[in-house]
């Protein structure tokens, strides 16, 4: 099957193009010689990153940039993103770029992605689904509770990831973008996050907890003076289903122009698709 087309997994639409990492690298200082003064400015790691989400909502919205990244059969592919988000209605729109074939052209149309509560809305998702409707996924149902299944991970997700976090150093005060920030390393686990999550994620989290090779998720986070992410790059893994291998994705999510305008409306019941989603060069699932 293509690894950019999506597929059933458990009765829920999985992306299957969103499988392996790359490295664990990010753009910000070593960890060679933190200043004292710093090290004091940047308080306790732990108890901030617990409040990033918090911080998040109360800067209300912003516009994001994501990306996925893969590696498999010495290939590597990354899965982009871009649009805007409301923190304080957890709605968000995405604008989901698929990698090109090897030949360089692209044989999908950018899919259009509404992040809600519980849920997530896909457009232009292909295999049989009529152009003017949308797909409407549980996020609780899936197995990675949408942390990587849209080719994008829901921003205040990612940021309520940060809530499980067990353990955390400072690295030091570099830019992202121009914007002052301090660079964080840590561990979050997904079961805490769950438990520490607002109401609409935690059903998610829990169910990544479970679904996932292993809860905890390795991270970088960029915060600025406000506490609120800048950049976020989280470590997940998984175990692939039909090869049995464990398999790890990098997702990068970057947050600018807080307070601009998110103006995301969801879907009527009816340009929601109903009907049967098939795989493109495999077998259908049941919707």
Same mark, same amino acid.
């Given at each position: 099957?293509? +690894?950019?087309?999506?597929?059933?997994?458990?009765?829920?639409?999985?992306?299957?193009?969103?499988?392996?990492?790359?490295?664990?690298?990010?753009?910000?200082?070593?960890?060679?010689?933190?200043?004292?003064?710093?090290?004091?400015?940047?308080?306790?790691?732990?108890?901030?990153?617990?409040?990033? =989400?918090?911080?998040?909502?109360?800067?209300?919205?912003?516009?994001?940039?994501?990306?996925?990244?893969?590696?498999?059969?010495?290939?590597?592919?990354?899965?982009?993103?871009?649009?805007?988000?409301? *923190?304080?209605?957890?709605?968000?729109?995405?604008?989901?770029?698929?990698?090109?074939?090897?030949?360089?052209?692209?044989?999908?149309?950018?899919?259009?992605?509404?992040?809600?509560?519980?849920?997530?809305?896909?457009?232009?998702?292909?295999?049989?689904?009529?152009?003017?409707?949308?797909?409407?996924?549980?996020?609780?149902?899936?197995?990675?509770?949408?942390?990587?299944?849209?080719?994008?991970?829901? /921003?205040?997700?990612?940021?309520?990831?940060?809530?499980?976090?067990?353990?955390?150093?400072?690295?030091?005060?570099?830019?992202?973008?121009?914007?002052?920030?301090?660079?964080?390393?840590?561990?979050?686990?997904?079961?805490?996050?769950?438990?520490?999550?607002?109401?609409?994620?935690?059903?998610?989290? =829990?169910?990544?907890?479970?679904?996932?090779?292993?809860?905890?998720? /390795?991270? $970088? =986070? *960029?915060? $600025? $003076?406000?506490?609120?992410? +800048?950049?976020?790059?989280?470590?997940?893994?998984?175990?692939?289903?039909?090869?049995?291998?464990?398999?790890?994705?990098?997702?990068?999510?970057?947050?600018?122009?807080?307070?601009?305008?998110? $103006?995301?409306?969801?879907?009527?019941?009816?340009?929601?698709?109903?009907?049967?989603?098939?795989?493109?060069?495999?077998?259908?699932?049941?919707?």
């Amino acid at each position: 099957m293509d +690894r950019r087309q999506h597929r059933r997994a458990g009765g829920t639409v999985v992306a299957a193009g969103v499988l392996l990492a790359l490295g664990t690298g990010v753009t910000g200082c070593s960890g060679s010689g933190v200043a004292a003064e710093d090290v004091k400015g940047a308080g306790d790691p732990v108890a901030t990153l617990h409040r990033a =989400a918090d911080a998040l909502r109360a800067a209300g919205s912003s516009k994001a940039g994501t990306s996925m990244e893969m590696a498999t059969g010495g290939t590597r592919v990354t899965i982009r993103g871009k649009g805007v988000y409301d *923190y304080r209605r957890r709605l968000g729109r995405l604008t989901v770029v698929l990698p090109e074939d090897p030949t360089g052209t692209s044989e999908h149309r950018p899919i259009t992605e509404l992040l809600a509560p519980g849920a997530l809305f896909m457009k232009n998702r292909g295999a049989g689904v009529p152009a003017d409707k949308w797909v409407r996924v549980e996020t609780a149902t899936l197995s990675d509770g949408n942390l990587v299944t849209g080719g994008a991970t829901d /921003p205040y997700a990612a940021a309520e990831v940060l809530r499980g976090t067990r353990e955390a150093v400072f690295v030091g005060r570099t830019e992202v973008a121009g914007t002052a920030v301090r660079h964080y390393r840590g561990t979050a686990d997904l079961r805490r996050a769950a438990r520490y999550a607002s109401a609409a994620n935690r059903a998610a989290l =829990a169910a990544a907890a479970k679904g996932f090779a292993t809860a905890e998720v /390795p991270f $970088d =986070a *960029y915060l $600025d $003076d406000q506490g609120r992410i +800048r950049k976020l790059r989280q470590r997940f893994s998984f175990v692939n289903g039909r090869q049995k291998a464990t398999v790890a994705v990098a997702a990068t999510l970057l947050l600018y122009d807080f307070g601009a305008p998110a $103006d995301v409306r969801l879907p009527a019941p009816g340009d929601i698709y109903a009907g049967r989603i098939a795989e493109e060069g495999g077998t259908g699932g049941g919707a």
